[in-house]
């Protein structure tokens, strides 16, 4: 069964940075499309960033591309998110998923196993 554990949320400054982890077990993530989705309160879940299992291919959504960069390290079977420039939008739940579809894009729908997601504050 994979399983995800998420971390490096937390409370960041307008303009700061936060590096995300999404820990995996139970399978390797080169196997999977891995994804970044997030939450935040009274709206739906979004996606951010998806990998594809290859590494060759990763896509961003218009509202941080630029700002955010998804990386992973298969010796660590971990993947990351780093966000630059955040703002206070940005708060949110982020998590991280995977799927076995390779088409599965940004839609969350798409994505079959979840980690139970870290806070994202951006607040002066």
């Known amino acids: 069964q994979l399983h995800f554990v998420e971390s490096g949320g937390g409370l960041v400054q307008p303009g700061g940075s936060l590096r995300l982890s999404c820990a995996g077990s139970g399978g390797t993530l080169d196997f999977y499309v891995i994804g970044w989705f997030r939450q935040a309160p009274g709206k739906e879940r979004e996606g951010v960033s998806w990998m594809s299992s290859s590494g060759d291919n990763i896509e961003y959504s218009e509202s941080v591309k630029g700002r955010f960069t998804m990386s992973r390290d298969l010796a660590k079977n971990t993947a990351y998110l780093r966000m630059n420039s955040l703002k206070p939008e940005d708060t949110a739940v982020y998590y991280c998923?995977?799927?076995?579809?390779?088409?599965?894009?940004?839609?969350?729908?798409?994505?079959?196993?979840w980690g139970q997601g870290t806070q994202v504050t951006v607040s002066s």
């Open positions: 998923a995977a799927s076995p579809w390779a088409k599965a894009g940004l839609d969350p729908t798409h994505f079959h196993w």
